[in-house]
């Protein structure tokens, strides 16, 4: 697996050419820990599946991973239950809003997949099943500091405690959910480790490095601990391609070419299969809620390395 | 590009597997000449970027591509149109059925995306402003003669005839898209050509070497003619990728991993980019309307190859 | 049955109270022949059961009745096929624009009532299934001529035309009826009968005279002569009622408290069951297609007779 | 106000008529309270605006209202907050489910109507906005004593429970209420006073009794007190008449043309204006949620008297 990409080089190119845009989009406004955030800030990390890194920009500098968090609760969830999480959420693009519950209704309570707000809720659900809530959340919680390296990363319970005190869309998506009885758990059980994992707080440098294991078929090649089977990886990844963006997946396909999750903390995790996983911050954001400078550092960094998959 | 598959071994590997599903699916009946298709047929050929061919089963044998057009009218529109194209088509998944006509009116007549009926009829009056039905009609054929490098390939009048007469659903789309203004020439003119592209009749052979140039970043291998630019194949690919299946367009990135299209004539274009252009056909189709068996070859086919994207 | 309103009296006062107002809403423009009317055009008449008859305002000029036609086409199509009708089409009011095509597929081809134009195409489908286009045509135009008692009404053949040149909506929706079965009669026929229906040109003596046989049980006061049945006659007024005027029936509904049916030519026809047909004219449309001032002096009528069924 | 109806032969001839149809329809069983109801009990009541009475089946009988409380707090709401309550909810019939959450998203926060679900929570947060939780259940309570005249009226806690326990629909519908401030009390403040006020217990008697106002102009014509203004009263019928069966109120306004609202106890309140107040009661429920021999009963009963307002 021959890369000689100038890694460092790459970063650097990628945070120049950022420079001109960044404050642009819209900073996530809806809590206040989310709304002081400098819409000025950008951050790019890789680390390839050769154990090289590079970084540029405010790398350091933890923020609210938000719905990045549900590509690895999903993980968990597969983990789990294998296949049969399919009958309690699909694998499709919703066309949706990310927040949308349209189709919840329209299709009895089956999200479109779990990368929507709604079927993440449903992927919760599942963790909950084995587990009271305070240790569900510790189990994630240690699954990310497993996957960086990092017994440092923590829950942010400031944004924890505001999610839950404005999230009556959550809210609504629950109970539409449990009236389907597609959730087990109470409603606000399932709705408290959901702010949780959203709350969570890392840089870049930890979230590309906890997501490499998908670059990899779901062996972390540092460590060489299995994560999930090269068949759950794969998928994870379609789904991300599919699925990662909500009604911007096809969009940030076209542009990029690489699976890839955002946050509305204005994170985007993107995965170069084979290759490496990046993680690039800029807490604009785009129409759709997607990091708009990180998907153009993510577009930048695809035309530099030719790592688009298509 | 070293390639060590025994492709012989590979696709004669996938026909053996697929002898006990054949004749599953419900074969296309809208039209008597699909109607009367044998549901056991079944072919698989490919092409791979450094020459080499492989088939199997009934891989000479001429079938409807159907809905396979759409990924060379598009790439026909991207070369005249360029960016413009995405004024009048999205890509964006659609979550809906390929007739659905719903979101034409939610999103005032601008179709989700160029694979799905509305965005391809927008797609072909975009190729109409050229020239009138007959020249139109004679581009397209001739476009694929070139790209199959066989001058025998033809439109069934037969079929052409068929849909003509019961294509209710697509004369709504059309007229829809005109009432908006998403079509500029006569509805019954963007009609005829559309009916006309689908009815080209090609078999596996000639349609995995008519796609071999996506699989290469938009240059023919073989001929080292260039058809579009790597740019415009990367996002022809992506297309294919995230909307190519409808609404199971998720499930096939996830069980296949590859870029492709479906044709109710029960075909399946498939992209290993920078490997091997693949098709397959088998007849009978799933409830999404995209073959049940040529989707279960190309899952296949990407476990013994491993060529998924993912 | 004694009414002892000074009609007179009350239809200019009515006309008094509107002149503040003329000139409101906005008038249809899609075809030139609507386009040019002067918006300051207001008139009405009523019709009691018990033969008094009072106009003011422009009473005499004829415009074009438009939508006004599906009362009397679906008064047709009741008396031809009685209850074998709602098979084609419900009874229900849609919660959508007049022109919506969403319901339709989602409802796989049964428009939700006869007076939004999906319905009205069904109905008057079943009317053409009794003769060829131009005797249907005939046989419409002869019906108003007959409840109007003055056989001059006439099409207006410029706007018949030019709806048949822009009619892009109606044709989608013919054609997706066509699509499920729902319409027998080929899709260009029955758009025919339709824009001629649309285009019949009546004043608001005409249309209040015309309407009268739905005040009275089906029984038309004056002449005598039956209409339809008083159970059909209960029926269209509920249609009316729920459905007459589409996504603001309810609205209409708590405002005027009669059943009536607007016409995108500026016209509505109200009826007060045992008491009067009532026709107003203004052809400034409000955001839902209804006559905005027409609206407004019916519900200043209702105020001032009682006459709200509520 | 000559009413020469023989009213004791008529409910007679009602209840006679029902005989063969009772046990039709399938009862409300989400909840243990209505579940284990006889489905053939009925019962209708009449009591008429110059003070007669009569009643047939089981009118003694208390059973759970329902929705039916929805016009009763639509009234109280109108009273104290006039005209600027339709800023919080449209008039316009749904065309959807009774629980329907989808146009809620489309139309941002707004319901249709008060007689929906979503609608019905709006009306009540408006009227918790004047007290707490306990005050308000005692307001309404003490509304439908006062109107009954019959300060027996109670309401069933344990179904209110049971509505707690299983309203995951209910407080789907709340929290995307609130998610659009369109309400301002918590949203389990609001369940719990919409889960008590649907609790309540009345027959078939107390109900007609209670809900005369509405057929005389919003006075009730025995006590002379005025209830809500003659405006008001006219937009309650309206309201109920478009919106009263969900996606069923066409259908009840052809068959029944009175103005009424279902419960999912199998009560139905009907209004003839200037007339008369009904209620029905069979558990039995359509396809629609409502009474199915209820609204047969409705239908003969209009069909005697000749009370349909079309």
Redesign the interface.
Known sequence: MSQPEDLPAIVAQVHHDMQRHLGRGKVADYIPALARIDPRNFAISIVTCDGRTASAGLAHVPFSIQSISKVFTLTMALNRLGGALWSRV???????RFN????L??EKGIP??PLINAGALAVTDALLAAGDVDKTIDSIRAFLRRLAGDPSIVIDEEVAESEADTG??N??????L??FDNLQSP?EDVLRVYFHQCAIRMNTRQLARAGLYLANRGVDPISLGRVTTPFK???I???M???GHY?????F??RV?L?GKSGVGGGILAIA?RKASICVWSPGLNAWGNSLVGSMALQRLTALTGW???
Request: charged share 20%; glycine share 6%; proline share 6%.
């Open positions: 699909w694998r499709e693009p919703s066309g949706s949308s519950i349209v189709q209704e329209q479109r997949n009556f869309r809210a609504s998506l629950a109970n539409f449990r009236a409603v990886s794969r998928r990844n379609a789904v391609m599919t699925c009604d911007a997946s096809g969009d396909a076209c070419g699976p299969p688009s998959v298509f």
